[in-house]
């Protein structure tokens, strides 16, 4: 009984540890969002990368650390499915990675040519889009198994619905970065330099979809863990 207690102790510490992380995709998506809806100017997105951004990477990292220097600290055996917390933190670590490294090839772009492209631009607004949208459905997704008032029925039909968002989220990610990248190879196939800075913008972009879809199917797991 006293170690079904501290593993319920220890899954509520670790899920608000990864809410956290998610919280953090999803405001930092919220905010580039609102930058590139105001200006697209490249000094305003890299004065959001220096400080916001590469900000939020830390404090992810860390929060992923403290992950693991939990389960390694003596609590390990206590913890059950122990996996699937590391491969969920591990997967937004690699989000929010994925958006860095997207957001730097764009500022790449930039410093090769300073004229915009609304409709790479367009492409690019879309995936950042999905990515607010998935890392919002992931925050309701750790919310929902975190929250002991409903039955297990009831519970086990809001995960689902809340992962769906999710994989349909990451569905439509899929979509804009296949027709994204149909229009950059054929716009810019005499252009080397700004194709291949434009292809890797949206490639990470929609690597970071996949990274939440992935720690939204740990974290779907953990929560389906809990119920009979």
Do not use: W
Not at 71 to 94: D, H, P, T, W
Not at 129 to 135: D, R, W
């Amino acid at each position: 009984m006293l170690i079904m207690a501290i593993d319920s102790i220890s899954k509520i510490t670790l899920i608000e540890v990864l809410q956290n992380m998610a919280q953090d995709i999803q405001n930092i998506s919220a905010t580039l969002l609102t930058r590139m809806h105001e200006n697209t100017k490249s000094e305003y997105i890299e004065k959001f990368y220096r400080q916001d951004l590469m900000s939020a990477k830390d404090r992810i990292s860390r929060n992923k650390d403290r992950i693991f220097d939990y389960l390694a600290s003596g609590r390990l055996e206590l913890v059950s499915y122990k996996e699937f917390y590391i491969n969920s933190s591990l997967q937004m670590e690699c989000a929010i990675s994925k958006l860095e490294a997207g957001i730097y090839r764009l500022l790449l772009s930039y410093s090769i040519d300073k004229s915009d492209d609304s409709e790479v631009y367009k492409t690019i607004e879309g995936l950042i889009g999905e990515i607010y949208s998935s890392s919002q459905s992931l925050v309701d997704l750790l919310r929902s198994i975190s929250t002991g008032t409903k039955g297990n029925s009831e519970k086990r039909k809001i995960i689902e619905e809340r992962f769906n968002k999710i994989s349909e989220s990451e569905g439509r990610g899929d979509i804009i970065y296949r027709e994204g990248l149909a229009r950059v190879l054929v716009k810019y196939s005499d252009k080397p330099s700004r194709l291949i800075s434009f292809k890797e913008t949206i490639e990470y972009l929609e690597d970071c979809i996949d990274c939440l879809y992935n720690a939204s199917v740990y974290i779907k797991l953990i929560g389906f863990s809990g119920l009979a």
